[in-house]
């Protein structure tokens, strides 16, 4: 059987080449690398039972070792982990050492107790997807290389965009590479839109302006920056007590930009905040937008999923109104890193934003029919009409999904939400969110029951994410103490197989800790047990 190298093309010595064997190569690593994968899981699986009692299992390694992960800084970590990369092939057996290595010192993000980040393990029809996915190879650039997939990506997309309300004839969205990536996509879309002479001339002297809350995503000064705006064109709006922008604040700074010779043309609210998980009122925010004829985009790469749930959706009440929405399934829904949708109200209005002809690539018109008496519309370099056809024409569909996309290469990610779907249904995925804001609600009842903490968040959270101190000592001169508590006992945790997160705050650091779908009310009752247990061993 074929394990170094044997698939790549060679001849005998008769000179005739050999018969490929790719397929039975293909099969012997997947399945030597399937099972070290399968024991990975396993292991979390098995560690999940003793959570409760505030500490994983331990396990055998180089350094404190749980399921969760064996930690060592980045300095130990190079001369633990052997990254050459060889002269000649180690085949199957070098593969497999690293694949060993690469799974003994990463993070288990299925363990019970990986509550760090937005986001955490995928499942087993999201390991599927990944490996059809890998298989296919393919670029989602042209309708010719990509048919399946194409036609998957857009019909998820739909079905996306119309559970948000954006049922017009031409809803729908397109993939993107990260919320980041939609974040900026739509605010491209937007100028080019809204002043449609800055494709080719420019700003020509505008100063365009965006507007995000307070506590938005910081991707927006990114944008800006990239975009050439500069970060200061973005204006942070105010937010109440419970970090929702403030509509009439909004309304009043749009007044101001203009009465200061600026071009406001864009408002981001936010359906689930980094920090809280707040959600902005987008009814009230849509009606300063209308009013001002602003673009509304609603950055939902947190919350957005909430779509998914009876019980939850109502906080994007007025999420319909958006000409644009991004949001992250591989956050919430627990589908494979990346997969992040822009979606929009007409999708002629991402055309009209973001298309650029290129003859070498685009073949076909955009409504998916072949060229009309071989007359190619996407042609460039020549002084011809047809060379820059008007971004008035009347497009219906777009088959070609690069030319909705600032990127060329892009990789099939819809069908990672596409087949989870499948496998669990609307309601099975709505089923999985509530499950997630149960667990939510009942680590902010435990918090906010025991007179050790403090909590930061709202009961329920607005999200899934959990904001609070330990022992927290009041007045501002607290400040220094209160953020190392929080960062010593978020680092001793790690030991104990337990991973949060932490933010800053009027008061100090304090801890954040996001659940999921998958996050049992055991786990969080064993957290708080694991924080009292450090904290009260600490010496401050």
Known sequence: MATNGASLPSRSAAGQQKPLQRADEADDLLTAVKDSVIQFIRSADEDAATKVQGHGLQQPGKGPRTVLVEHHPPKKLQQLLDVTLPGQGQGKDGVLRMVHDVLQYSVNTWDQGFLDKLYASTSPVGLAADLLLSSLNTNLHVYQVSPALTLIEKQTSKALAALFGLKRPFAGGVSQPGGSAANMSSIVIARNCLHPETKTDGYGGKRFVLFTSAHG??????????????????????????????????????????KAGETPFYVNATAGTTVLGSFDPLDRIADVCQKHKLWLHVDGSWGGPVIFSEKQRYKLKGVERADSVALCPHKMMSVPLTCTFL?????????????????????????????????????????????????????????????LTPQCGRRGDSLKLALSWIYYGTAGLGAYIDTAFDTAA??????????????????????????????????????DRNSKVTEEI???????????????????????????GQTRKGTVEGLVKAIEEVGESLKM
């Open 442 to 479: 009942h680590l902010a009842t435990l918090i906010a029951s025991n007179s050790k903490f403090s909590l930061v968040s709202e009961d329920p959270p607005p999200c899934l994410q959990i904001c609070f101190y330990f022992e927290k000592q009041a007045g501002v001169k607290h400040r």
């Open 217 to 258: 995503h910081y991707s927006l000064e990114k944008a800006a920056q990239i975009c050439g705006f500069g970060s200061g064109a973005v204006r942070s709006v105010a937010v109440d007590g419970k970090g929702c922008m403030r509509p009439e604040a909004l309304d009043a700074m749009i007044d101001e930009a203009v």
């Open 490 to 516: 978020t680092r001793k945790l790690i030991p104990r197989g337990f991973m949060t997160d932490y933010a800053p705050g009027e008061e100090g650091k304090f801890f954040r800790v996001v659940v999921n």
């Open 343 to 403: 979606l929009g109200k007409d999708m002629r209005e991402f055309h009209k934003g973001m298309t650029l002809p290129a003859g070498y690539l685009f073949h076909a018109n955009n409504d998916g029919d072949e060229p009309v008496d071989g007359k190619d519309d996407s042609v460039v370099g020549t002084e011809t009409p047809e060379a820059h056809p008007s971004q008035e024409h009347d497009v219906k569909e777009i088959w070609d999904l690069a030319d």
